[in-house]
C-alpha cells in the first residue's frame, strides 16, 4: 500500500482584467525568473496586436486557438519487459494536460518565428492557429498521427 499523499492540483488564479484562467496559465508558461510584470504585459501587448490586427475580441480568438491546438491523445513510451522492446503507446489526455500542452507548443512555435518582439510573434501565432494554421496546429497533427499510427499497441503492458 502506498504511503504518498495525493497532492492537489493547485490552479492559478484568474488574470484580473479579462478574468480568465486560460490567460493566467498563458502567462504562468511565458514567466521566466519570477518576472511576473514582464509576462504580465507580453500578453497585454500580444491581445492588442490581436485587436489591431483581426478587429475582433482578443480573448475569444486566443480560446479559439488554444481550443485548435489542444491534444485529444498523445504517446508515450512504454517498455514490455517479456519482449525487451519499446513501444510508443497511444493514450487519452485529460483536459487540464492539453491545455498545458497547448500553450507549451503555442509558446515554443512563437519563439521560433521569425519575427521582432516576443509579442509580434505570439500575437501572430494564436491568429494562425485560431484560423487552423501555423506550427502549434501541425504540432497536434503530428501528435494525434502518431497516437493513430501506433493504436496497434494499445494493449502493451508488461
Request: aromatic share 6%; hydrophobic share 40%; charged share 30%.
Amino acid at each position: 500500500m502506498s504511503r504518498r499523499n495525493i497532492v492537489k492540483k493547485h490552479y492559478p488564479l484568474p488574470d484580473l482584467k479579462h478574468n480568465s484562467f486560460l490567460i493566467s496559465l498563458l502567462i504562468a508558461k511565458i514567466l521566466k525568473k519570477g518576472k511576473t510584470r514582464l509576462a504580465h504585459s507580453i500578453v497585454l501587448d500580444t491581445f492588442l496586436l490581436i485587436k489591431e490586427k483581426t478587429s475582433q475580441e482578443p480573448l475569444k480568438i486566443f480560446e479559439k486557438a488554444v481550443k485548435n491546438i489542444t491534444p485529444f491523445v498523445a504517446v508515450k513510451t512504454q517498455y514490455v519487459k517479456k519482449k525487451k522492446s519499446s513501444y510508443q503507446v497511444p493514450f487519452e489526455v485529460t483536459r487540464y494536460r492539453g491545455t498545458t500542452l497547448a500553450l507549451r507548443w503555442l509558446i515554443k512555435a512563437a519563439k521560433n518565428r521569425s519575427g521582432r518582439t516576443i509579442s509580434l510573434k505570439l500575437a501572430s501565432e494564436i491568429i494562425d492557429a485560431s484560423k487552423k494554421l501555423g506550427n502549434a496546429v501541425k504540432k497536434r497533427e503530428e501528435t494525434h498521427s502518431m497516437a493513430e499510427a501506433n493504436k496497434a499497441f494499445a494493449h502493451a503492458k508488461d
